[in-house]
């Protein structure tokens, strides 16, 4: 089946230093997306996206779909303590309705 | 974004109990229904989808006659943990899809503890 491998597992960063998070499917997707879950929530929508090539900001978030439509990531410039939790990515694959989750990336900033 | 609601957000039952869990979309029709659970700081582990009109979809490994998912309706699903046992504890999550958008909407979860 498909499979959606996510590295690294745990990420320690300064406060201030930056911060990536890869994503890498088994087969070619539809589209990707990615969420946050804060300690103790449940998963938030981040952005999705759906074109070969695509990136997309949201302030110090930057998302990138490869070329082949199979990889992903996620950088955070100039890490805040605000963005501790865990970032999963999750793909479609073509045809399907089923999302695959990344097993999660945990980040912890130390202030 | 689209609001799920989850209910109850935790409960503790007896070893041998049944508990029900229900998941609503509240200003969507959720055509899909994703349960998954997570166990403490691993990932989301997909136990079954529903769609709408037909029957849950359960992933390997997945007891469907201990985890028993209905998709009553377009707005509420309900998973009933049947006999729990201790094991069963863990964090269970839903999450909801409606007609025409591919992101998923996720409820508040709710954390089962079997005595």
């Known amino acids: 089946g498909q499979q959606v491998m996510q590295i690294p597992q745990y990420q320690h960063v300064q406060e201030g230093e930056d911060f990536t998070t890869y994503c890498n499917s088994s087969t070619t997707l539809s589209n990707i997306q990615w969420y946050k879950q804060r300690p103790g929530g449940h998963p938030v929508f981040l952005i999705q996206l759906v074109k070969s090539g695509e990136v997309k900001k949201q302030k110090r978030l930057t998302f990138q779909f490869g070329e082949a439509k199979k990889n992903s990531s996620l950088h955070i410039t100039a890490t805040q303590t605000t963005d501790v939790g865990t970032y999963f990515c999750?793909?479609?694959?073509?045809?399907?309705?089923?999302?695959?989750f990344g097993k999660g990336t945990k980040l912890s900033v130390i202030p | 974004g689209a609001v799920v609601s989850q209910h109850p957000s935790w409960v503790i039952c007896k070893s041998g109990t049944s508990v029900k869990i229900e998941c609503r979309s509240l200003?969507?029709?959720?055509?899909?229904m994703f349960w998954y659970r997570q166990f403490p700081k691993q990932s989301l582990m997909l136990m079954a989808t529903s769609n709408e009109g037909s029957k849950a979809t359960y992933e390997q490994g997945v007891e469907k006659d201990k985890f028993l998912i209905n998709h009553a309706s377009l707005t509420l699903s309900t998973l009933t943990v049947t006999s729990a046992h201790p094991e069963d504890s863990s964090f269970y999550i839903c999450?909801?899809?409606?007609?025409?958008?591919?992101?998923?909407?996720f409820g508040q979860g709710t954390r089962l503890t079997v005595v």
């Open positions: 999750a793909g479609l694959k073509a045809g399907s309705y089923q999302l695959t």
């Open positions: 200003d969507f029709q959720a055509t899909t």
């Open positions: 999450s909801a899809r409606g007609r025409w958008n591919t992101e998923a909407f």
